[in-house]
Nanobody, 120 residues
């Protein structure tokens, strides 16, 4: 069984920064791509960033230039550095991963989320 756990959320003022972490554990052979999503109250889940197994990255237009996704393969962890935070960044942030176990390749692994609140 594979588990993802997000951490690092909190309350910050507009213009501040946070670094989110998502650690994967369990029966992991290899992690391919990893993603960050977020969901604000009353809204659909929104894709934020992606990092491939080779380290290439993609970002939603809303966060491009402010957020940076990175990974530490030795720790099975993906990070999201968030700078210049805005109130509209307020959401629960979730990580998602495509993971090889010993027998399967699946991309439906999700953490429980970490709350980010940005005050004005």
């Amino acid at each position: 069984q594979v588990q993802l756990v997000e951490s690092g959320g909190g309350l910050v003022q507009a213009g501040g920064s946070l670094r989110l972490s998502c650690a994967a554990s369990g029966s992991i052979f290899r992690i391919n791509a990893m993603w960050w999503y977020r969901q604000a109250p009353g809204k659909q889940r929104e894709w934020v960033a992606r990092i491939s197994s080779g380290g290439s990255t993609n970002y939603a237009d809303s966060v491009k230039g402010r957020f940076t996704i990175s990974r530490d393969n030795a720790k099975n962890t993906v990070y999201l550095r968030m700078n210049s935070l805005k109130p509209e960044d307020t959401a629960v942030y979730y990580c998602n991963a495509e993971i090889w176990t010993t027998v399967t390749l699946r991309s439906d692994y999700w953490g429980q989320g970490t709350q980010v609140t940005v005050s004005s």
